[in-house]
């Protein structure tokens, strides 16, 4: 189950990172763009620190209190979860 749950956030990670880059491309172009509900339902089903480093890399949503607050919340909430399921179920 471990590889599982590490793959899935593998690709969670990496699709959230794209999709703030791609958001912040279409912006520029002011073309449409990826809601604001869905970056942040991909960082809270586990992509957090993918959006994280995203906002970083693009500056894209950094100004925003709501993505300052939420995506940083969102990667300690899959933190807890993870050292939850080490501890319970010897996952880790």
Do not use: C
């Not at 586990?46 to 990667?75: C, D, E, N, Y």
Request: glycine content about 10%.
């Amino acid at each position: 189950m471990r590889n599982e749950l590490a793959v899935y956030l593998i690709l969670l990670n990496a699709l959230a990172f794209f999709a703030f880059g791609a958001d912040k491309r279409q912006a520029r172009r002011g073309k449409w763009r990826i809601s604001e509900r869905m970056l942040l339902w991909l960082a809270f089903a586990g992509g957090g620190a993918g959006a994280w480093l995203g906002m970083q890399v693009f500056r894209h949503k950094t100004r925003k209190t709501k993505f300052r607050v939420l995506i940083p919340l969102s990667v300690l909430l899959w933190l807890v979860i993870i050292v939850w399921l080490a501890w319970t179920g010897g996952m880790l």
